[in-house]
């Protein structure tokens, strides 16, 4: 099985105080703006290139996230993840899993040693095993 890891840097607007942190999610003064240049994939959504909006869902959930394009009308996904040290990062990125031709979104890393982890998602397993198997994709309706 063939994966890679792609790197989009973001920017981030902080609306509360910043301080170093142990690992965390994502807090509910955090939005994360990062232009993707690729077609990519969320929690079984497609997600064409564009500018996009990550932001914590509601406070009383941590490690709920909301993606949204920044294009009215465009995609949206909501997420779990769990807190992921981020390591001396000093600037915002998205970390994507590519497996063949696709990219899974796989992690938000944030400044001061926080971020947020995404698990495998079924659609990326089935990828890495149709890569593995030299097997052609098959499409389902849902």
């Keep these: 099985m063939s994966k890679s890891i ?15 942190r142990p690992a965390r999610a994502m807090d509910e003064s955090e939005v994360v703006k990062a ?49 992921r040290d981020s390591g001396s990062s000093t600037h915002p990125e998205l970390l994507f899993d590519e497996i063949g031709k696709q990219k899974f979104l796989r992690a938000i890393v944030l400044p001061d040693e926080t971020g947020a982890q995404l698990p495998e998602v079924r659609a ?16 389902t309706s849902s």
């Design 35 to 83: 232009h993707v240049p690729f077609t990519f994939h969320v929690e079984g959504v497609s997600m064409p290139a564009g500018d996009y909006s990550l932001k914590p869902m509601d406070p009383s959930a941590p490690g709920l996230i909301e993606i949204r394009s920044d294009r009215l009308g465009g995609p949206a996904a909501v997420f779990l993840a769990t807190p």
């Design 6 to 20: 792609v790197t989009v840097a973001g920017g981030i607007l902080l609306l509360g105080a910043s301080a170093a």
């Design 124 to 139: 990326e397993v089935d990828a890495a095993r149709r890569l593995a198997t030299g097997a052609k994709p098959t499409h």
